[in-house]
């Protein structure tokens, strides 16, 4: 499969999706992104150490402290704190790891598609909903 059809498979999958990095502030790209998500018909589900609500939303300290079914995480961090997330995330079994533009490790890739995690890597998920 082409990764152009994957990605459409994946973003056609998803319905919920955790952003690890979501900021408050409205001028940041995770904040733009997952607006933008949100009002495309995704359920976000913010993942930030401060901060009781964005977007409407209850915040999460770790992924691992969601309940609910998420398909996706999203991450907005640096590279070299990835690893970290993943393994977090890993805990409540997402279908899908998504590293935002810039964002790239290969061990989290590694680790997550060991355990059968699809993992989109370096790509902007607002760049890549504009196309479907």
């Given at each position: 499969?082409?990764?152009?059809?994957?990605?459409?498979e994946?973003?056609?999958?998803t319905?919920?999706?955790?952003?690890?990095?979501?900021?408050?502030?409205?001028?940041?790209?995770?904040?733009y992104v997952?607006?933008?998500?949100?009002e495309?018909?995704?359920?976000?589900i913010?993942?930030?150490p401060r901060?009781?609500k964005i977007?409407?939303?209850k915040?999460?300290?770790?992924?691992a402290?969601?309940?609910?079914?998420v398909?996706m995480?999203?991450?907005?961090r640096?590279?070299e704190?990835v690893?970290?997330?993943?393994?977090?995330?890993?805990?409540?079994?997402p279908?899908?790891?998504?590293?935002?533009?810039?964002?790239i490790?290969?061990?989290?890739?590694?680790?997550?598609?060991?355990?059968?995690?699809?993992v989109?890597?370096?790509?902007?998920m607002f760049?890549e909903?504009?196309k479907?």
């Amino acid at each position: 499969m082409s990764e152009g059809k994957k990605i459409r498979e994946i973003l056609e999958k998803t319905k919920t999706i955790a952003v690890v990095g979501l900021s408050p502030k409205t001028h940041r790209t995770s904040h733009y992104v997952s607006g933008y998500l949100q009002e495309n018909g995704y359920k976000i589900i913010p993942v930030y150490p401060r901060e009781e609500k964005i977007l409407g939303e209850k915040v999460y300290r770790h992924v691992a402290d969601i309940k609910e079914k998420v398909e996706m995480v999203l991450i907005f961090r640096r590279s070299e704190e990835v690893l970290a997330v993943v393994k977090d995330a890993l805990k409540i079994k997402p279908l899908y790891i998504w590293m935002q533009e810039g964002i790239i490790n290969k061990e989290a890739e590694k680790l997550a598609v060991s355990k059968g995690v699809a993992v989109v890597m370096d790509r902007c998920m607002f760049k890549e909903h504009k196309k479907i």
